[in-house]
């Protein structure tokens, strides 16, 4: 029997291999639940828009929507639409100068054995201005941000990916990049009592340097 491979095997094994074992040969892959579910319909948003296809941007936003008023998801009926339309407002300069050579990259790359490699990649963009050619991977969490610049400077999974990428596009990659985005609403700066802006820093969690910066102002 032939084997399907992709990264999270590979990362799987390395971790432990009774970790693989159970869930690559045995089945027993446990349920991806909300924190899952959320991440791909973001992808989903994001795979419609680099693709102008409206209809896959609706169909996700749809189904997030009836998730929550469901009872499936505990979360704000409108997060992920206020979240796309962030992360595209955060790009809406940068696009302008970029020309998108792949959307959702897909390869399927056959090994000596007759095993298959399977790897999924979000984008590569060339910067227009500079000639860098990027890698650019997005990844979703409902937690803290916790990719550093060595966590993507050595990222194994974008690593990985480039000579595939290089490869099927007759490119070079310059560059890997991860966007990270928190699944959340942007707040205002609290303010305390006597009106002035709190410098409680639990408090500024969801609130922006400038938004900050302005209320000082």
Do not use: W
Request: net charge negative; hydrophobic share 35%.
């Amino acid at each position: 029997m032939n084997n399907k491979y992709d990264f999270s095997r590979l990362r799987a094994f390395q971790l432990c291999p009774k970790k693989h074992d159970y869930i690559y040969n045995q089945g027993l892959r446990s349920a991806g639940g909300m924190f899952v579910k959320v991440g791909s319909l973001f992808h989903q948003c994001l795979e419609g828009h680099y693709s102008d296809d409206d209809a896959m941007i609706q169909k996700a936003l749809e189904e997030f929507k009836g998730l929550v008023l469901t009872g499936v998801f505990d979360l704000d009926v409108d997060l992920l639409e206020y979240v796309y339309s962030r992360y595209l407002m955060f790009y809406r300069d940068t696009e302008k100068r970029e020309r998108l050579i792949a959307n959702e990259v897909k390869i399927e790359e056959e090994l000596e054995n007759g095993d298959t490699f399977h790897l999924t990649a979000d984008r590569v963009v060339e910067d227009e201005k500079t000639g860098m050619i990027v890698l650019r991977d997005t990844k979703t969490t409902l937690k803290k941000l916790k990719y550093s610049l060595e966590d993507v400077q050595y990222n194994m999974q974008l690593l990985t990916y480039v000579p595939f990428i290089e490869e099927k596009y007759s490119c070079k990659i310059d560059a890997i990049q991860i966007d990270e985005v928190r699944m959340c609403k942007m707040l205002p700066t609290p303010l305390n009592l006597n009106g002035k802006p709190t410098a409680d820093k639990g408090r500024l969690e969801f609130t922006t340097f400038e938004d900050y910066r302005n209320e000082l102002a």
